[in-house]
């Protein structure tokens, strides 16, 4: 049988999607906005011998993916603890 759905599960769900939901609209803010959107007017600054926006399309969006992954598994073990969730 199905277990019912407290409001402290709703409550712990909303937390995850809407951290969830932050890491990737910074990811998608660098990877994206920095290396394709923004990359013009990103051109004029200098990062090691190369222009700062082809430096997020390379570099800067992979280094913003791994600190995004660190930081939300760092974030869940925090939410899980506040929850009683932790293993």
């Not at 990359?39 to 004029?44: A, I, K, T």
């Not at 090691?48 to 660190?70: E, K, P, Y």
Request: net charge neutral; proline share 2%; hydrophobic share 50%.
């Amino acid at each position: 049988m199905p277990k019912e759905l407290t409001e402290r599960d709703h409550a712990y769900w909303r937390a995850n999607v809407k951290l969830i939901a932050f890491c990737l609209s910074i990811w998608a803010l660098v990877s994206y906005g920095f290396g394709i959107l923004l990359r013009p007017m990103l051109s004029g600054i200098a990062i090691g011998g190369t222009d700062l926006g082809f430096w997020f399309a390379q570099q800067g969006s992979i280094l913003t993916f791994l600190f995004l992954v660190f930081f939300y598994a760092w974030r869940m073990n925090k939410l899980d603890k506040e929850f009683g969730l932790e293993e």
